[in-house]
């Protein structure tokens, strides 16, 4: 009788480890949850007002005197978000492949945690892959200027949330991508009109 309630005893052990070895099996870490970046309401509350907000940018828009005012833009965004009360993170793709430096700058400001990315795109239809991991991880990305791809891979309709036009001065581009920043961080939809 011993030696039964003995393998009764092992084999219930050796169920509890089997059952607690198979929940373990899972994701070691938790993937962003997706949002509806392009829908976001007050209901959706923003984010901290000291979050990070990334900014892509071509060189030749960062390099002085190729700016109005002499001030590069890089200089300008990094600036106007902080007295907006942002952390901003400002990255200037290289000469060489400007295209391939922008896409690890996006996923290097995702990885980050960056709520927002302002992006001046030297080649839109390259940065679909990027712009999808930012949509994934819930990161809100706005367009400088040119519009960001219309359809991504396998077409589906990857692109900015939003877009801000280009204008007549830098200063003025700025003024209205950090206006949209801050609505987004209030949680509401902003007005790119």
Request: proline share 5%; hydrophobic share 45%; with cysteine.
């Amino acid at each position: 009788m011993a030696d039964v309630s003995a393998r009764i005893a092992a084999a219930a052990v050796a169920l509890a480890t089997v059952l607690t070895l198979t929940g373990c099996q899972g994701a070691t870490s938790a993937a962003p949850t997706p949002v509806q970046s392009s829908d976001l309401t007050s209901s959706d509350g923003g984010f901290d007002q000291n979050a990070v907000v990334g900014v892509v940018l071509l060189h030749s828009a960062s390099t002085p005197g190729k700016t109005s005012g002499g001030v590069p833009l890089a200089t300008r965004f990094r600036d106007d978000l902080t007295a907006a009360g942002f952390t901003p993170d400002v990255r200037v793709a290289g000469t060489d492949d400007a295209a391939a430096d922008q896409r690890t700058a996006l996923r290097a400001l995702v990885r980050r945690g960056a709520k927002a990315v302002l992006v001046q795109a030297a080649d839109p239809a390259s940065l679909s892959g990027a712009v999808q991991v930012a949509h994934d991880a819930g990161v809100v990305v706005v367009a400088l200027g040119d519009p960001l791809p219309t359809s991504g891979t396998g077409g589906d309709g990857v692109s900015a949330d939003y877009r801000v036009q280009g204008s007549d001065s830098d200063a003025a581009t700025v003024a209205r991508a950090t206006a949209v920043v801050e609505s987004l961080q209030r949680g509401e939809k902003p007005d790119v009109g």
